[in-house]
């Protein structure tokens, strides 16, 4: 079964650091982009980061960028989220997803087209003293 | 970067009904938007991808319509299993890709 399985969350001190951890199963890995996103206690979803496929293009949410690290091991089918210097308001759920897609040729130009198209299950971070 | 902004923030709608939710980007981006379906509790799961197309096992009474900066997601005939938040997100050029800040759907 394809699936992502998201594990390191917990309760840390502000100021405190965590690493989560994303593994995936049943697909090739290496082939797609992915991204984390997180959900605050009652509040919508939060874009966070992406990778590329062999990590060379990394992109950040402003709200993380200088404190949150992504990164990725094909070898070992996983995908990770460093975070540095935790807020109380970095508590949320997070979520790693695939990136699938297909792409397309129109008017001269090539496109690619991105969908999240699978999910892990979350875990919970809590910032808290 | 590019706004997403939905509406309605929530309804409350009977079953049987037809539920129209609407995004709006703060820059036309072609067809580079995606809908999904949260339940509480559950991860998010891809409804609609590239602005109209429906996902693998995804209900027939979904749909979505829209191009450059306005979208819909449609919700033809109301079913209670269809309660719900649903979030736009657009994946047009580089990221952030952002995503509207959710509808509520009440049966």
């Known amino acids: 079964e394809v699936q992502l399985v998201e594990s390191g969350g917990g309760l840390v001190q502000p100021g405190g650091s965590l690493r989560l951890s994303c593994a995936s199963s049943?697909?090739?890995?290496?082939?797609?982009?992915m991204i984390w996103v997180r959900q605050a206690p009652g509040q919508g979803l939060e874009w966070l980061s992406y990778?590329?496929?062999?990590?060379?293009?990394?992109h950040y949410a402003d709200s993380v960028k200088g404190r949150f690290i992504i990164s990725r091991d094909n070898a070992r089918n996983s995908l990770y989220l460093q975070m540095n210097s935790l807020r109380a308001e970095d508590t949320a759920i997070y979520y790693c997803?695939?990136?699938?897609?297909?792409?397309?040729?129109?008017?001269?130009?090539?496109?690619?087209?991105?969908?999240?198209?699978?999910w892990g299950q979350g875990t919970t971070v809590t910032v808290s003293s | 970067d590019i706004q997403m902004t939905q509406s309605p923030s929530s309804l409350s709608a009977s079953v049987g009904d037809r539920v129209t939710i609407t995004c709006r980007a703060s820059?036309?981006?072609?067809?580079?938007l995606n809908w999904y379906q949260q339940k509480p509790g559950k991860a998010p799961k891809l409804l609609i991808y590239?602005?109209?197309n429906l996902q693998s096992g995804v209900p027939s009474r979904f749909s979505g319509s829209g191009s450059g900066t306005d979208f819909t997601l449609t919700i033809s005939s109301l079913q209670p299993e269809d309660s719900a938040t649903y979030y736009c997100?657009?994946?047009?050029?580089?990221?952030?890709?952002?995503f509207g800040q959710g509808s509520k759907v009440e049966i």
């Open positions: 990778i590329s496929t062999t990590g060379n293009n990394i």
């Open positions: 997803a695939r990136a699938g897609g297909y792409g397309d040729f129109s008017g001269g130009t090539h496109y690619y087209y991105y969908y999240m198209d699978v």
């Open positions: 820059q036309t981006i072609s067809n580079f």
């Open positions: 590239v602005a109209s």
């Open positions: 049943d697909f090739l890995f290496s082939g797609h982009e």
């Open positions: 997100q657009h994946t047009y050029s580089t990221p952030p890709w952002t």
